[in-house]
């Protein structure tokens, strides 16, 4: 380890650059992922569908975090994260260049390649960005948590953002205008980074092997578990479900009706996205991380985990007993998936925490990167199956779903660490 942790102001001036190259990143990605689930359900795209666009990008998730972790130790997160960045402006180009009189289910599997290109740049540029806290961060005080915290809640309101700019883009200036503008702001943010370069956080080990990429900690694999279905539950709800839901009840199909139920649907994401943002800036001092220990921090984990899976069940009695078209069903939706918000801030965040805790700067991008591996799988299935449920079950089957996988998520969090 060359760098100091403490009082070191390029360090720290590093770390400002590289969370203002994922917030930027992070913008592009919210509003892409609205932009071609709204564009293709326009088109006609069925639930089940609409899910298989997005496949892929998770998929790419779940294979670039084993990856990434093992490429960064090799040749440098500055590496990954230019490539994770080159590879968003690929992915821009060729999504622009869609065209509308292509077949549609050409149109499909073009756009979901490039939603795998995507989904490999984002998880290179998150591995590399998360990767340089564990350097940058100051020991005292339990800053760790404080700044994982930040990056990560930052990065969501900024994604948020993203979710809201690309539905009501989609309803103004278009598809092609609204892809045009975020490839212009990408091809900016990368070349202000080739000129100004942020310093390599010094974790690089050219004999990493690939047999490391599998972790031996209990703790990690553990927490991988959990995370894997933490997020499966978040997005067996969110990616497909919940959207076309709102959908159905603001719109008749009707140019008009689209623009405000476009408008309506990406405030709501952009919201949801966004409160969860700042609630897992603020996670530290709700958890009063600085007066416990490693030890009871992960006790609060399996409790807070079973407080959100609460959530998801009584929203599934409440989809059962009244009818779903309600204006009052609807409103006690809304509420309960911005309570969900919150909840589930504090999970990821107490999370995000301990993953680097449990780590060693000598296996940190290994580690978040095999951790990030299972955060990809669970959006995978849960991807998979908010269109599944959504399809064969609607509402009330989606946020089942999500409720089991809390319930599993709960159980697997058992650590080893003795108290202090």
Same mark, same amino acid.
């Given at each position: ?62 294979? /670039? ?156 694999? /553990? ?138 700067? /000598? ?19 849960? /991807? ?37």
């Amino acid at each position: 380890m060359t760098l100091s942790k403490q009082g070191d102001q390029k360090a720290f001036r590093s770390y400002i650059m590289i969370t203002g190259v994922y917030w930027a990143f992070m913008l592009t990605d919210g509003a892409l992922r609205m932009l071609i689930l709204l564009h293709f359900h326009i088109l006609g795209f069925s639930p089940i569908q609409l899910a298989y666009l997005f496949l892929l990008y998770e998929l790419a998730g779940v294979i /670039t975090n084993l990856l990434a972790g093992w490429i960064a130790s090799r040749l440098g997160l500055m590496f990954t994260l230019y490539l994770g960045i080159s590879l968003q402006i690929i992915a821009l180009i060729a999504l622009f260049n869609l065209d509308s009189s292509w077949d549609l289910r050409f149109s499909a599997l073009y756009a979901s390649i490039i939603q795998g290109i995507s989904g490999i740049a984002k998880d290179l540029t998150k591995m590399s960005s998360k990767s340089a806290v564990k350097v940058f961060a100051p020991d005292e005080n339990n800053s760790l948590f404080k700044w994982v915290a930040f990056l990560t809640g930052s990065k969501n309101m900024i994604k948020g953002l993203g979710y809201f700019l690309g539905a009501a883009l989609l309803g103004t200036i278009g598809f092609k205008g609204t892809i045009l503008g975020m490839g212009i702001l990408l091809m900016m943010i990368f070349t202000s980074l080739l000129i100004d370069r942020p310093i390599e956080p010094i974790l690089t080990s050219k004999k990493a092997k690939f047999k490391e990429l599998f972790s031996r900690s209990r703790n990690v694999n /553990t927490l991988s578990c959990a995370r894997m279905f933490l997020f499966g539950a978040r997005d067996i709800w969110f990616v497909v479900g919940i959207p076309i839901y709102f959908y159905s009840i603001l719109s008749d199909g009707s140019a008009q009706e689209n623009r405000a139920a476009f408008f309506i649907i990406g405030s709501f994401m952009a919201s949801w996205i966004m409160l969860y943002g700042a609630i897992q800036i603020v996670a530290p001092r709700i958890l009063k991380a600085k007066q416990i220990s490693l030890h009871q921090l992960t006790h609060k984990a399996r409790k807070w985990a079973l407080i959100l899976a609460l959530i998801p069940l009584t929203l599934t009695t409440l989809a059962l007993l009244l009818p779903q078209q309600n204006l009052w069903f609807a409103s006690f939706l809304t509420f309960g998936l911005l309570l969900f918000g919150i909840i589930f801030a504090i999970n990821s965040s107490l999370h995000s925490y301990l993953i680097l805790a449990f780590t060693q700067n /000598t296996r940190v991008t290994l580690d978040v990167g095999f951790y990030y591996m299972s955060n990809a799988a669970g959006r995978l299935f849960g /991807t998979l199956l908010s269109g599944l449920l959504y399809q064969f079950g609607g509402l009330s089957l989606i946020l089942c779903g999500a409720t089991i996988a809390l319930f599993i998520s709960a159980i697997c969090l058992k650590f080893d660490i003795p108290p202090h």
